[in-house]
């Protein structure tokens, strides 16, 4: 058996000063401070009081009485200033006893105290150890008082219900791109294992092998591109984009739909455009790239001789693109998993009509430049997507972007 590096050295046992024997320690420490405050103010207040009447004279006789009966005069001041001593003493020693015990107690309540308080955090962090790929199910589901620690319970079970979801869609994500791959691969390796199988294989047929592993081969590299953008564009969401130009959407869109004028001419589609500046600051390949998706799936699952509507605008504060298109008659419900990677028409992995990536692609887009999309199933047939993004005037350009001038003169 090969292991490789080194085993974990186990750390050595140690006490450590864990956040319940801190408590504990500041819990002991204000104890013993506040009783020592007390024993010491009602050590100044008995010493008083004892002092603070008439004096006898010095030499004034005294009798004291003994507990056996035997009667000693003594110096009248003398004794009573050592009753006083005496009685402070006494009281000091007592009270230090005292304090120390209450302290002791103090300490040994707190320690349980707080260990019952803490036992949540313990079981965050037994339900942290066991947490794997398959047992992200677990759940805290604290019932105590509605404290800190019950928000942060709440808190660690919302972030298990996020984690459960990611590897859950990541789990999908992983098995539906296999099985696309699989496919072209598959298509591939039959025709020419049954090509290389004749021993009789004319021209013709080996022409045909080779168009059909060039068709399968062209699906397997435009599935690895698009998961490929789809990464890219999903580590840009939430932080700053690599590149941050001025992009007028009405500008892009038109040769997105000259690239699919031969399909729209084909299908006999009826197309109308109505382009208002759309002004936006963000990366031109991506947006590009959103607004050819969007054109391209609304060509794709359109119907013969169907419609296509494309439209931009603003309104100060968002740009917005919307394509609308007639197509196969969606059910409401269906319309959010459409932005699920490898869904079509809400059926997953059906044929071959695209990889099932466009609205994925366009979703991370738009997530990438803080906007938003929206999709509704149209009446009779179709969909209509709406993206919508901070136009340029509300979004801050970067200093070293740029200007819209600059992109459009032509290079010396």
Do not use: C
């Not at 699906?219 to 001025?246: H, S």
């Amino acid at each position: 058996m090969t292991v490789y590096g080194s085993p974990p050295r186990q750390r050595p046992a140690r006490l450590r000063p864990t956040l319940r024997l801190r408590l504990t320690m500041l819990n002991g420490l204000l104890l013993a401070g506040a009783g020592l405050l007390l024993l010491l103010l009602s050590w100044l207040l008995a010493g008083g009081s004892l002092t603070s009447g008439d004096e006898l004279a010095k030499g004034s006789p005294v009798v004291v009485v003994k507990s056996d009966g035997t009667q000693q005069t003594v110096d009248g001041r003398e004794w009573q200033q050592g009753l006083a001593a005496d009685t402070t003493k006494n009281m000091l020693g007592k009270g230090l006893l005292a304090l120390l015990v209450i302290s002791a107690a103090g300490v040994a309540g707190g320690y349980l105290v707080t260990g019952r308080a803490l036992r949540p955090l313990h079981q965050v962090t037994a339900t942290a150890r066991r947490l794997s790929t398959e047992t992200l199910d677990h759940r805290l589901a604290h019932t105590g008082p509605d404290d800190e620690v019950k928000e942060l319970a709440d808190t660690f079970d919302e972030m298990l219900d996020r984690l459960g979801a990611a590897f859950g869609s990541q789990k999908r994500f992983v098995a539906n791109a296999s099985h696309e791959l699989r496919t072209p691969l598959a298509v591939m390796r039959t025709e020419i294992d049954v090509t290389l199988a004749d021993p009789d294989a004319s021209r013709e047929e080996l022409r045909r092998m080779g168009v059909v592993v060039r068709d399968a081969s062209t699906r397997a590299n435009e599935l690895i591109e698009a998961l490929l953008l789809l990464a890219r564009t999903e580590a840009q969401a939430g932080r700053r984009l690599n590149k941050q130009v001025p992009v007028d959407l009405a500008t892009g869109v038109p040769v997105t739909l000259g690239a699919v004028s031969a399909e729209v001419e084909r299908l006999g589609l009826t197309v109308t455009t109505e382009f208002s500046p759309a002004m936006v600051i963000g990366d031109p390949s991506l947006l590009e790239r959103l607004a050819g998706n969007l054109v391209e799936n609304a060509v794709r699952y359109n119907l013969h001789h169907g419609r296509l509507a494309v439209r931009t605008g603003s309104d100060g504060k968002h740009a917005q693109l919307m394509v609308a298109n007639t197509g196969p008659e969606l059910d409401p419900a269906e319309v959010p998993g459409l932005f699920e990677p490898f869904r079509r028409g809400g059926v997953e992995r059906t044929g071959t009509r695209g990889a099932g990536l466009g609205l994925s692609i366009v979703r991370a887009v738009v997530d990438a430049h803080g906007g938003a999309v929206r999709a509704k199933a149209i009446p009779g047939g179709g969909l209509e997507v709406t993206v919508s993004l901070p136009a340029a005037g509300t979004t801050p350009l970067p200093a070293d972007a740029p200007t819209q001038a600059a992109l459009q003169s032509p290079p010396r």
